[in-house]
């Protein structure tokens, strides 16, 4: 006789079921992760602006680690004493020079490469940048001290769209792969020209994209030394490299370098802060194509 398994009494509720334990400790290991990873990123900032406050002696001195007088001494010896303006205007010279041709030959070339399916082309640009910069310094030095070149503007704006030009193709690449054909071939359609339908349909609808890639691109060069440490003048000193100043053969004034130090850091960070929506959906265009 076949055994039958009771049913259970009318209105009796089922026994609840237990999730597992690796699912109950999931939310408790995200927290701790994000917490440990956020300190570990926010930790050497916060020890940065704190020892800009503080004189060479309170920052060797343990016991003054968050309880101390602040100065801003760092920041006036910074910003007054040493010219540090010119060195500002300097930075964003070059930055925004680079970012802003790399844009003009860069969004039309990635527009090329998507459209007409340029496998090599893109592979060139790949490799660009895959090669370490500090392997092309020997080569530019040599190329550009022959042509008299060092130490003006026009070699250090080169030396960054070196970077900065492959970094825009390759993000505009998969942010135009993203956007529907059809959009272009109804605009052809209705009487635009292939370049016009560029102009005036895609080139709008791809703001976001340029923006990232414009953003990014700027971000580098602002922050970049080792270019400017070897193809700079006196006159063409970028912040990065102003900075090193503060490092001498007998000692360092890490008061002074860590307000310099502040003062590179905090314009990319209130740029950054403002354009991560641009960022963020400019890097993730071309992630769920197809």
């Not at 399916?117 to 022959?146: D, E, K």
Request: aromatic fraction near 12%.
């Amino acid at each position: 006789m076949a055994r039958t398994t009771p049913l259970p009494a009318a209105g009796a509720l089922p026994a609840t079921r237990r999730r597992p334990l690796s699912t109950r400790a999931y939310p408790a290991f995200r927290t701790v992760a994000l917490v440990v990873t956020v300190v570990a990123l926010l930790l050497p900032l916060i020890w940065m602006v704190l020892a800009s406050l503080k004189t060479n002696v309170d920052i060797y001195d343990p016991s003054k680690s968050f309880v101390f007088a602040p100065t801003f001494e760092n920041y006036v010896n910074v910003l007054t004493r040493n010219n540090y303006f010119v060195f500002v205007v300097n930075s964003f010279w070059v930055a925004f020079v680079s970012t802003l041709l790399s844009l003009v030959l860069g969004v039309p070339a990635a527009y090329s490469m998507s459209r007409f399916t340029m496998h090599r082309s893109a592979l060139v640009v790949l490799m660009a940048r895959v090669i370490p910069g500090v392997s092309l310094l020997v080569p530019w030095y040599y190329v550009f001290s022959n042509l008299r070149m060092v130490g003006g503007f026009e070699v250090l704006i080169l030396s960054h769209m070196f970077v900065a030009l492959p970094l825009i193709v390759y993000i505009m690449m998969g942010y135009f792969d993203s956007m529907p054909l059809e959009l272009e071939e109804s605009a052809q359609v209705d009487g635009l020209t292939p370049i016009g339908a560029f102009r005036r349909i895609t080139l709008p609808l791809s703001v976001a994209g340029m923006a990232t890639a414009g953003i990014l691109a700027f971000i580098f060069s602002w922050n970049n030394f080792m270019f400017a440490l070897v193809l700079s003048g006196s006159k063409t000193k970028t912040l990065p490299v102003a900075i090193f100043d503060f490092v001498s053969y007998a000692s360092i004034d890490w008061g002074g370098l860590m307000a310099a130090a502040t003062v590179v850091t905090l314009p990319i960070m209130v740029v950054a802060l403002f354009a991560q929506r641009y960022i963020v959906s400019g890097l993730t265009a071309g992630a769920t194509k197809g």
